[in-house]
């Protein structure tokens, strides 16, 4: 077993490979790739739905939530979920419109956009695979 905590004696927790459903590893990846695309694509000059100092700020505010994801924290993963929510529709709305405006598939902003809207989508799915894993846990409180 793993102890998570503040050395205390906290919560008990086994190892994160051993707790069915969570999927915390990969939001946390997808977080951190997803922060790195928009700081990328901002640089870059991608017509983003966000100013630059939006585009930082989410950067750093998903970075931050992936290095605090955990598999002892229930809260977190709904911090997640719903930044995944907010990055799905925010960036799946930019891309759609994009497209229907007559941007090119393969014009940089919309590829940009169109992988922030994925990679959200894909996180809200394993965020919210990872809530449903922590709640029907038998010692779930």
């Known amino acids: 077993m793993t102890y998570e905590g503040n050395g205390d004696g906290g919560e008990r927790v086994p190892p994160h490979h051993d707790i069915p459903h969570y999927h915390g590893?990969?939001?946390?990846?997808?977080?951190?790739?997803s922060a790195v695309l928009l700081i990328v694509a901002k640089?870059?000059?991608?017509?983003?739905?966000?100013?630059?100092?939006?585009?930082?700020?989410?950067a750093v505010i998903l970075v931050v939530a992936a290095g605090i994801t955990n598999p002892a924290q229930f809260s977190i993963h709904w911090m997640n979920a719903f930044l995944a929510m907010v990055g799905t529709v925010l960036f799946g709305t930019t891309a759609v419109e994009h497209y229907r405006a007559g941007v090119s598939f393969f014009d940089s902003s919309f590829?940009?956009?169109?992988?922030?809207a994925l990679l959200s989508l894909v996180a809200l799915y394993f965020t919210t695979r990872t809530i449903r894993g922590i709640k029907q846990r038998p010692d779930y409180s």
């Open 25 to 33: 590893d990969a939001v946390r990846a997808l977080f951190v790739a």
């Open 43 to 58: 640089s870059t000059g991608a017509d983003l739905p966000l100013s630059t100092f939006g585009t930082v700020l989410a």
């Open 111 to 116: 590829i940009y956009v169109e992988a922030l």
